[in-house]
């Protein structure tokens, strides 16, 4: 079964319809990436599996539960984290704190003492800068950071909106080896990227989304073989 389950989903802003009944699926463990151009509805996608948007109709189910009139607290808690496009870490508080609040929905002080240690582990910096404040770090800084607030939700599912977004090309290949890492020690990724071919290089399936709709989907090594995909997404 789909750890994570979208179907016929419809979304509007108003009058006008940004998800036009799109249906797919996550399974447990893949990184599955979601490409297209600006103005696709990846964001928005993300924003109403997380609760941040109501769906006008259709489901999203995740392990067996309906998400659609969830709370997006109680989604956090389900196990799904959210690293927002933009980052959006808590600028004026510290590392330490900004890391902190990412597990505001847990009560085990040991365990999240233990999944801190988890985070500085993986990012070294973090744990080097873990009393500045948060808005002086650097961009690609600032990433990890956000990653890192995430995974101290303990999440089993994370989504990603953009986050090579504005950041040197070193630091994107840095990026990615994170989410790869992050996917090999059993967090499952929804990805959202404008860097397609770099989205495509670590993803298990994807698919293309054009003005609220799925055009392709498949294998990703598929589709980044693929002429239209080749033309359309990676300048080739």
């Avoid at 924003?47 to 659609?68: D, E, M, N, P």
């Avoid at 969830?70 to 600028?91: L, N």
């Avoid at 956000?146 to 090579?164: C, H, Q, T, W, Y």
């Amino acid at each position: 079964m789909a750890m994570l389950t979208i179907n016929d989903l419809h979304v509007y802003y108003g009058v006008i319809q940004a998800i036009k009944g799109i249906s797919f699926e996550v399974n447990e463990g893949e990184v599955i990436a979601l490409i297209g151009a600006n103005g696709a509805g990846k964001t928005t996608i993300l924003h109403t599996i997380t609760g941040l948007i109501a769906a006008r109709s259709g489901s999203i189910i995740f392990q067996g539960q309906k998400l659609t009139k969830t709370p997006a607290h109680r989604i956090v808690k389900m196990g799904i984290a959210h690293v927002p496009e933009g980052r959006r870490i808590f600028s004026h508080l510290t590392v330490y704190e900004n890391l902190q609040l990412g597990a505001y929905t847990r009560g085990d002080k040991a365990e999240i003492e233990a999944s801190l240690e988890t985070v500085y582990r993986r990012f070294p910096r973090l744990k080097e800068r873990k009393n500045q404040v948060a808005g002086t770090l650097s961009g690609g800084e600032q990433q990890m950071l956000a990653i890192g607030r995430a995974l101290m939700s303990r999440p089993k599912l994370i989504l990603m909106d953009e986050p090579s977004m504005g950041l040197s090309p070193i630091l994107v290949s840095e990026i990615f080896d994170i989410i790869k890492s992050i996917s090999e020690g059993g967090t499952t990724v929804l990805l959202v990227e404008q860097n397609a071919k770099k989205a495509l290089t670590i993803a298990d399936r994807a698919y293309v989304l054009e003005t609220g709709k799925i055009v392709l989907s498949g294998n990703a090594q598929d589709l980044i073989n693929d002429e239209s995909v080749k033309k359309a997404y990676l300048g080739e």
